[in-house]
């Protein structure tokens, strides 16, 4: 098992851990498996830790993000289709082409906020594998 983790990136002004090297604007974010700690890294460093080339880095950052893609669209497709489905009935009930629903409509704006809310959290957990 490889001892560090590539958990993200971030854009702050850090200094390396792994060299000690000040000011990297641009740091790779690892989980350390032998102390359980966080460190950040820059561009040279995390090549050298891990062991591989920024490419096999920039592979496995690109399928971390299409697995979150997939779990999240897992428990978001099923939210949305019971939404439309209910902003569909309404419709036709109401003999409305289009429009919105009313507030009494509880259970479609609660699907609508959870929907809302896995998918920020799926964009903020893709945004720090982007690089």
Known sequence: MKRYELQGTENADYICDF???KHISK??????RETGEV???GSSCIVKALGVSMKE???DA??????IRHEYYEKIYPI???ANAIMAAYRKEHD???GFLPESEERYWELTKEESRLTREMNDKIYKLQF
Do not use: M, T
């Open 80 to 82: 949305s289709s019971e």
């Open 96 to 98: 409305y082409p289009i």
């Open 57 to 59: 880095i920039k592979a």
């Open 19 to 21: 060299c000690g090297k």
């Open 39 to 41: 460190k950040r890294f």
């Open 27 to 32: 740091c790779f974010v690892v989980l350390d």
């Open 62 to 67: 690109a399928r971390q993000i299409e697995e």
